[in-house]
């Protein structure tokens, strides 16, 4: 084959992309795609190109064209009700995530709306959250036409089905932040009022002035003890109820000693008790707690399949398009899906050409072609020409929330987890209850006098403080630590879940493959220039993902007509270019008769994805489609081989088994061909042989398999975007340090042990 000579290439101004595809030039400046250069051209309108000036490319790329009827569905005054936030005769406020949102040129931009777009009346950006706040006049723009405005910027607004059919619910900590105030307020002024006792000053506590600072700082922490402190007395009250027995028992208990004997003593006027004492410990207590529940806003670790299905499809009746809720379809309902929409609900193929990419759903890489009256599952996505269905199932019954509905994704997440902390408690307080008895009986028979003091000094001493303490603040600071490392933890529980691994299933598709960097390779006699320029031209006429691939891959012009052009769907091209006919195609399209299945037992390579070259009848080579592994897996596989036991699970095939041969070496088990339900079955499996297992996948395939492990690692290109529900989502780039990761969440747990020892 010729040497497909590079490229030069240059860099957007906008986005900062290589212009690899095409390169447009204005106002002496390039730009990678027509998208870009219209934004450029919207803001110099607008006089607002001090966007460029405040981050160099600060631009989101906009190579990805707005469908015209992309956002109709949002005329739906059903739809609109669930969106937005306020609305009266004049405005309305709605606020948005925004998941490409990454710069300070993005806040500038995002809030200068108003000057782009009359009617917007105000916007403000929450950059934390990734969130957009909009107001606009009804009378001058819709909801539609706000969302237009943000998606021809390239700040397209995440709207899905979960977004519609559940309020936005923020973890936020008001509740914990209201407790650590009333504790703290009151902490500080009872230290005030003793300053007289602690310095030891006789004019005061010889007088009544010491019966009245008593009173005081009884009344000062009743609200700590009522409020500040509840939480640990219901999740005591809680747990004992279930028979178990929490760190929140022996707390409440010394929490509840301290201020009953403080009180006792300032009543009986026998002592001025320790009601600083017991503010500062609820204090500093919840200070722990606060640091260990502050998380991460921006991600989401409990998505289901409604965070990945579309909120709107086209529905056709009486031969009249309309954009209809996903969550209106019923049984018998038309719709229409077009290149790269989502299938919401179980239907068959009416009319049209299904080439639908499962590898989201089933892990299977290669798009499955489909005819009409077969039955299509909801979770695919059409790749080629506009197809028409018929619903089958309504949404919530289809196949894939058939998987969601599993008893696994019912379980409490922490139900699951049983930490150091819960484990010592247990015994902590069976042997802090036994101590303080004996203590009780022992003075009961030397000096009764002294019972109450001796029982409720040991359980004001032995008060596990500490432990409570060096536990949250130990796992909080390693999630922050591993989240600057885009390595997100969604409980501190699971750091210890982590810690105890011992076996780790990695999924193949997206998890230790890079989805989009497949690569074509040629294989075969070489083709001459006429001839690539041939085969380009051809493989111009598709839209099928491959036949992309290789026109890029050519690199050749593609302006030669083709006339008798045929495509059959799933199997692959002809034409006649120049007076010679070309296919492009699958084994069985050019070799129909022959049994691929049968002969790739003498030889597996034939279950690659190839596309084979027919020119004249003669066959001269074929291109082969090989999946791109993640840099560092090979060092990856051989850092983890010697401390934990590896599976690898695929929905594919087995064209590249001897490939991953290579990576994990001929003791790790590869298995091929999985469904989702075999690879929950098989997490099962390895479970019920006690072991301690971490699943790494990427799609709703591997869902149901993320939820059954000890802890599931969702791997995801962007942290923003979907991805399963799981204990935690890491961003591919950091893939190859995932033995690390694990390592510092073992030395994060010894450190915690040996706090406890000390």
Excluded at 165 to 179: A, N, V
Excluded at 374 to 392: D, P
Excluded at 643 to 662: F, I, V
Aim: glycine letters at 6%; a neutral charge.
């Amino acid at each position: 084959m010729g040497k497909v000579l590079d490229q030069k290439t240059s860099t957007c101004y906008h986005c900062g992309e290589l212009c690899e595809d095409e390169t447009l030039n204005f106002n002496s400046l390039t730009f990678c795609c027509n998208g870009c250069k219209s934004v450029y051209e919207l803001l110099t309108e607008n006089n607002l190109c001090d966007y460029y000036s405040i981050d160099n490319t600060p631009g989101i790329n906009q190579k990805k064209p707005i469908l015209n009827n992309q956002f109709n569905y949002l005329d739906d005054e059903q739809v609109q009700q669930k969106l937005i936030s306020y609305r009266d005769k004049e405005i309305t406020k709605v606020t948005f995530f925004v998941p490409v949102m990454h710069c300070s040129s993005c806040i500038w931009l995002l809030e200068s709306l108003y000057k782009i777009k009359k009617g917007i009346a105000l916007s403000k950006v929450n950059f934390l959250k990734k969130e957009v706040s909009i107001t606009y006049f009804n009378e001058q723009l819709s909801l539609r036409e706000v969302v237009e405005l943000l998606t021809s910027l390239g700040y397209e607004p995440a709207i899905n089905l979960s977004n519609i059919e559940d309020e936005i619910k923020h973890k936020d900590s008001k509740k914990i932040l209201y407790q650590m105030g009333v504790a703290g307020f009151c902490f500080g002024n009872i230290m005030l009022i003793s300053f007289p006792e602690y310095f030891g000053l006789d004019a005061f506590t010889q007088s009544s002035f010491s019966k009245l600072f008593g009173y005081l700082n009884m009344a000062l922490s009743l609200p700590v003890f009522l409020y500040s402190s509840r939480d640990y007395f219901i999740n005591a009250f809680k747990g004992l109820r279930k028979k178990h027995i929490s760190i929140d028992v022996p707390l409440a208990l010394g929490i509840l000693v301290l201020f009953v004997r403080s009180a006792f003593e300032v009543i009986s006027e026998t002592g001025i008790g320790y009601f600083d004492t017991h503010a500062g410990l609820v204090f500093f207590l919840l200070i722990g707690k606060w640091f260990q529940q502050k998380t991460f806003d921006t991600l989401s670790f409990e998505r289901d399949y409604k965070s990945y299905f579309p909120v709107a499809v086209t529905a056709v009746k009486n031969g009249i398009e309309a954009t209809v809720p996903v969550t209106n379809l019923k049984v018998g309902d038309r719709i229409i899906i077009r290149n790269n929409e989502l299938i919401p609900a179980d239907a068959i193929l009416l009319q049209g050409s299904a080439s639908i990419d499962f590898s989201f759903v089933t892990g299977e890489s290669n798009p499955v072609s489909k005819v009409a009256g077969e039955i299509i599952y909801a979770g695919g996505r059409q790749v080629g020409s506009t197809i028409e269905l018929e619903i089958t199932k309504n949404v919530s019954q289809s196949y894939l929330t058939q998987l969601w509905n599993s008893e696994h994704f019912s379980k409490d997440a922490q139900s699951r987890i049983q930490t150091f902390q819960q484990t010592v408690s247990k015994y902590f307080t069976l042997a802090l209850l036994l101590i303080a008895t004996s203590a009780g009986i022992y003075w009961s028979i030397v000096n009764p006098a002294l019972i109450w003091g001796a029982v409720t000094a040991v359980l004001i001493i032995a008060c596990p403080c500490a432990l409570a303490l060096s536990s949250p603040f130990a796992l909080g600071t390693a999630m922050r630590i591993l989240g600057r490392h885009k390595f997100y933890i969604k409980s501190p529980e699971v750091v210890e879940q982590i810690a105890k691994t011992n076996t780790i299933v990695f999924d193949k598709t997206g998890t230790i493959t890079q989805p989009d960097e497949a690569h074509i390779t040629y294989i075969g006699d070489a083709l001459s220039p006429k001839t690539r320029e041939a085969v380009a031209a051809l493989a111009a006429n598709s839209v099928h993902p491959l036949s992309k691939k290789i026109k890029k891959h050519l690199n050749a012009p593609s302006n030669e007509q083709v006339i008798a052009y045929e495509e059959i769907n799933g199997k692959g091209l002809s034409g006649i270019i120049n007076g010679t006919t070309i296919k492009l195609g699958s084994f069985d399209f050019i070799f129909p008769g022959q049994d691929a299945v049968k002969m790739s037992a003498e030889n597996p390579d034939l279950l690659a994805t190839r596309v084979y070259i027919e020119i004249d009848g003669r066959v001269p080579g074929f291109f082969q489609l090989q999946h791109a592994y993640r840099n560092g897996l090979r060092e990856l596989i051989a850092a983890l081989k010697p401390h934990y036991d590896l599976h690898l699970l695929s929905g594919d095939n087995e064209s590249e088994k001897h490939k991953l041969a290579d990576f994990f070496g001929n003791s790790v088990q590869l298995h091929f061909r999985q469904s989702p339900s075999n690879k929950l079955h098989y997490i099962e499996q390895l479970r019920a042989q006690n072991k301690q297992v971490m699943m790494l996948g990427d799609g709703l395939n591997d869902a149901g398999a993320l939820k059954a492990a000890h802890t599931g690692v969702s791997i995801t290109e962007n942290t923003a975007h979907f991805s399963p529900s799981s204990d935690v989502i890491m961003d591919a780039c950091k893939f190859e340090k995932m033995f690390n990761f694990i390592r510092f969440s073992k030395d994060t747990v010894k450190v915690i042990h040996l706090s406890f020892v000390i």
